[in-house]
């Protein structure tokens, strides 16, 4: 599965707002993200910011922000979705995915309506 520094970013703030809100403990988080951590080294989570994705950072992301307001002028008004969820979703399209994982409700409407595949956890 195709990880992004976005995704990194949401996973990781969950985790810790999930803390904040007194819904696991610390302890609960290091451990989860131990499991990311894992993951990507493992190869089972793949890091797009391989030395050739960085590269092409700065011309992928001209055309991300592009797509992404793409976006929003076709579904958000439909949907709902947030900023940062469309950049995740614009993200996965341009990346060439298929299937899309979400908790969001918006997030995982929007990734239907866009023909991705959402995975449930």
Do not use: C, P
Request: aromatic content about 10%; hydrophobic content about 50%; cysteine-free.
């Amino acid at each position: 599965m195709l990880f992004t520094h976005l995704q990194r970013l949401e996973l990781r703030n969950a985790l810790w707002r999930a803390v904040f809100q007194k819904k696991q403990t610390l302890a609960d988080a290091l451990a989860a993200w131990q499991v990311i951590e894992t993951d990507i080294a493992n190869g089972s989570l793949k890091d797009v910011t391989t030395a050739f994705e960085r590269a092409r950072i700065e011309f992928f992301a001209g055309r991300l922000w592009r797509y992404a307001e793409k976006l929003v002028e076709t579904h958000t008004a439909l949907t709902g979705v947030r900023s940062l969820d469309i950049l995740h979703l614009a993200s996965a399209l341009m990346l060439g995915a298929s299937d899309f994982v979400t908790f969001d409700k918006r997030q995982a409407a929007l990734a239907g309506r866009v023909g991705l595949r959402v995975v449930a956890i």
